[in-house]
């Protein structure tokens, strides 16, 4: 019965070599741990918050495709034509039934199992990964389109073409695991290999830290080909003596720095329909306050990332350095590192992106 705590993987920067590893792909969607009872289907969260009534087309299409009484952990996802869609997948989880219904059929998620829980009336969670893989692949029914059981490899040179080959298409990198585990709810104790890259950004902004005392975050911009500064996201993540630091670095560029602002408009629906930009309160993000502070567009900084969707960093960045020797016009998104798409039907056939 729910909850499950999915087990959780800690990150390294290079894939992980040893006797009886298994591997992957780290798919960029939701966790979802699937409990299926009769007609009885519920979708939970790694943070147990339901998704059951975001997806009412997986809990049909799960019916038909996981036995009849099972526990099964994977990933939702979309997957479009350019690759899995992160921004498209979280516009899914609508307060209104009427708009759920609506995306069900215009963007419909796939679901794309790796780990087999428990079935009928068997807990497998003592059980090694390698027999719960081998059981999940004689259960699953993936003839169903967006129904989709994992690729995993034991060859380590395979896992390492995932890793370069199929960026493109969005995934996050590879999980590798080994093959005697079992399954240990809520502990990180297998391993995730991530993308890791750095960009030279604008600096246009910051907000303060939750504690009103230091720097929060970086807001952080790239030019288009048109001149345009976007917002693409931030670094953050400092330690309490950076934070205060930061205030001091900045305070010179504070001075008079929305007059000639590109986001001086921010707070404007139509400026934001012509670039990307920082502010505003949206159903993602509640209460949060999302006030920032302007900076006059003078400063560049070298920030880690890991990737881009939809021309913003999919996770937050990482201020490695400024960067005194660059100037703010030269930082564009033509310096980034451009992956070719791969279709997903290289590696998974027709089934998910029908």
């Excluded at 993308?195 to 830290?209: K, L, N, P």
């Excluded at 976007?230 to 205030?247: C, I």
């Amino acid at each position: 019965m729910p909850p499950v705590r999915p087990m959780l993987a800690k990150a390294v920067r290079e894939v992980p070599r040893a006797p009886g590893m298994m591997y992957e792909p780290k798919w960029d969607g939701f966790r979802c741990i699937v409990f299926r009872d009769g007609a009885e289907v519920e979708l939970g969260s790694r943070n147990d918050r339901p998704l059951t009534r975001y997806f009412p087309e997986l809990v049909e299409l799960l019916r038909e495709t996981l036995p009849c009484r099972c526990v099964v952990d994977g990933e939702i996802v979309v997957v479009t034509d350019a690759g899995l869609d992160f921004d498209t997948l979280q516009n899914r989880l609508h307060p209104a039934e009427s708009r759920v219904r609506k995306l069900a059929v215009e963007t419909p998620a796939s679901f794309v199992a790796f780990d087999l829980l428990a079935l009928d009336d068997a807990n497998l969670m003592g059980e090694p990964f390698r027999e719960r893989r081998r059981r999940l692949a004689g259960v699953l029914d993936d003839s169903f389109a967006r129904v989709v059981l994992t690729p995993v490899t034991e060859d380590p040179e395979v896992a390492e073409d995932w890793f370069t080959r199929f960026e493109g298409a969005g995934f996050d990198g590879v999980i590798a695991k080994p093959g005697d585990l079992p399954y240990e709810q809520d502990r990180r104790v297998m391993w995730k290999v991530k993308h890791e890259r750095t960009a030279d950004c604008v600096v246009a902004g910051f907000r303060w830290h939750a504690d009103g005392h230091g720097v929060g975050s970086l807001l952080l911009g790239l030019y288009d080909d048109g001149g345009t500064l976007h917002h693409v996201g931030v670094a953050s993540s400092f330690t309490a003596a950076r934070r205060r630091e930061l205030v001091g670095e900045l305070a010179p560029l504070r001075e008079n720095a929305l007059a000639e602002h590109p986001w001086r408009d921010w707070a404007d629906a139509e400026a934001h329909e012509r670039g990307r930009m920082p502010g505003g309160v949206s159903r993602w993000t509640g209460t949060k306050d999302l006030s920032w502070e302007p900076l006059r567009i003078e400063l560049v900084a070298e920030v880690r990332y890991e990737h881009l969707i939809s021309g913003r960093f999919r996770h937050g960045g990482r201020l490695v350095r400024f960067r005194a020797d660059r100037r703010p016009e030269s930082c564009t998104y033509a310096q980034l590192e451009e992956v070719p798409p791969a279709e997903l039907a290289a590696l998974f056939g027709a089934g998910p992106a029908a």
